[in-house]
Antibody, heavy 113, light 107 residues
Framework: EVQLVESGGGLVQPGGSLRLSCSASGFTFTTYVMHWVRQAPGKGLEYVSVISSSGGNTYYADSVKGRFTISRDNSKNTLYLQMSSLRPEDTAVYYC??????WGQGTLVTVSS | EIVLTQSPATLSLSPGERATLSCRASQSVSSYLAWYQQKPGQAPRLLIYDASNRAAGIPARFSGSGSGTDFTLTISSLEPEDFAVYYCQQRSNWPYTFGQGTKLEIK
């Protein structure tokens, strides 16, 4: 059974940093592109970042470019999202997904003083 | 960035009725369009990929059509569990984008 489990969310002050993790199981992680998508409270869905199966290619939304870094450890079947210089508008539930049919349950990031 | 515009914003129908949801792209996305269903407190669920292909386990009452810039999701006969928010999403060009959503509510 495919499972994606996010962790690392929480409350952080503006300007702070946080690292999200997504632990994958039930499929061959090393062969899949992986994605991060977020959803602000009561709002729609927004793509954040994508990483190739090897980790050699990464893509970012303009809203997070230069502040967020996506990475993966294929030996640990884990996807990461390092977030820095966080802003209140980054407050959202962050989902990792294996495109396009498997999503994690999401982890809430709240940026507030 | 490709903008996806969904209409209507809210659709009020009764169980058993037919639902037609629209998604229009600001430029061609070929057939690289997906539809998702989202219920409160849950992650989105893939319904349709590549415009017209049902995802695994999705009932046959859900169908997708279209190509280029105009797409439609049709639910042939609404079941009580179908009332939710629906999003379209394109993967033709980065950044991938979602529509703003259509809320399907019980009339």
């Amino acid at each position: 059974e495919v499972q994606l489990v996010e962790s690392g969310g929480g409350l952080v002050q503006p300007g702070g940093s946080l690292r999200l993790s997504c632990s994958a199981s039930g499929f061959t992680f090393t062969t899949y592109v992986m994605h991060w998508v977020r959803q602000a409270p009561g709002k729609g869905l927004e793509y954040v970042s994508v990483i190739s199966s090897s980790g050699g290619n990464t893509y970012y939304a303009d809203s997070v470019k230069g502040r967020f870094t996506i990475s993966r450890d294929n030996s640990k079947n884990t996807l990461y999202l390092q977030m820095s210089s966080l802003r209140p508008e980054d407050t959202a539930v962050y989902y990792c997904l294996r495109p396009y049919d498997y999503w994690g349950q999401g982890t809430l990031v709240t940026v507030s003083s | 960035e490709i903008v996806l515009t969904q209409s209507p914003a809210t659709l009020s129908l009764s169980p058993g009725e037919r639902a037609t949801l629209s998604c229009r792209a600001s430029q061609s996305v070929s057939s690289y369009l997906a539809w998702y269903q989202q219920k409160p407190g849950q992650a989105p669920r893939l319904l349709i990929y590549d415009a017209s292909n049902r995802a695994a386990g999705i009932p046959a009452r859900f169908s997708g059509s279209g190509s280029g810039t105009d797409f439609t999701l049709t639910i042939s006969s609404l079941e009580p569990e179908d009332f939710a928010v629906y999003y379209c999403q394109q993967r033709s060009n980065w950044p991938y984008t979602f529509g703003q959503g259509t809320k399907l509510e019980i009339k």
